[in-house]
């Protein structure tokens, strides 16, 4: 059964920091892997999507990471705002399910202090 | 971009009573949708996989007679929470695969805050 673990549980950074939040899944038998972001009663924002054959993907100042064979994804975020504060849930899309379900972690809470 | 409506983003309904929402695409046809479930703090848990046209798949674990799925149209999904109790309150949110193939992406409703007192 697919696990997804995310380390830290909650992280609070002053603003300019870089940080990095991490992901571990438990079978590398997965289509893709996904990060999200979800503000405070709010839906899911995605972030990046990295497929199963890729290593990283970057947008902006976000870089994410993955190593399938090791069952781990990695979010890095650069010169952290204010504004980057909330909940960053990272998703793995598993093989031979129906198209679609994602597997999701318990969430990192990010907190950037000004 | 493809975009996902869900109706309503909150609701207080009484112990005992039927809550219904919506979930829809709003500019493109979606055959699949899902439903998943947020309790405060927590991670989402998929509920069921719903399909134009045919019965929800349901996970392990939850009740199809207490949580009606209805895919009756490319751009309508609606989840029925019957006979509402307290413990139903949660956070519930749908998505809507854009494609049929299996790296089609995925487009998230806003997501509907449900308390049941």
């Known amino acids: 059964k697919q696990e997804v673990t995310q380390i830290p549980a909650a992280l609070s950074v002053p603003e300019g920091e870089n940080l990095v939040l991490n992901c571990s899944f438990t079978d590398s038998a997965i289509y893709n892997l996904q990060w999200f972001r979800q503000d405070p009663g709010k839906g899911l924002t995605s972030l990046l999507l990295?497929?199963?054959?890729?290593r990283e993907q970057t947008s902006g100042r976000l870089n994410a990471s993955l190593d399938k064979s090791s069952g781990r994804s990695t979010l890095y975020i650069a010169a952290s705002q204010p504004g980057d504060s909330a909940t960053y849930l990272c998703a793995v899309r598993p093989l031979g399910n129906q198209g679609g379900k994602l597997i999701f972690g318990q969430g990192t809470e990010l907190s950037v202090k000004p | 971009g493809a975009v996902v409506s869900q109706h309503p983003s909150w609701v207080i309904c009484k112990s005992g009573t039927s809550v219904k929402i919506e979930c829809r695409s709003l500019d493109f046809q979606a055959t699949t949708m899902f439903w998943y479930r947020q309790f405060p703090k927590q991670s989402l848990m998929l509920m069921a996989t719903s399909n134009e046209g045919s019965k929800a798949t349901y996970e392990q674990g939850v009740e199809k007679d207490k949580f009606l799925i209805n895919h009756a149209s490319l751009t309508l999904s609606t989840l029925t929470v019957t006979s509402a109790h307290p413990e139903d309150s949660s956070f519930y949110i749908c998505s809507a695969l854009g494609g049929a193939g299996v790296n089609s992406p995925l487009h998230f409703g806003n997501g509907t805050r449900l308390t049941v007192t």
């Open positions: 990295i497929q199963s054959s890729q």
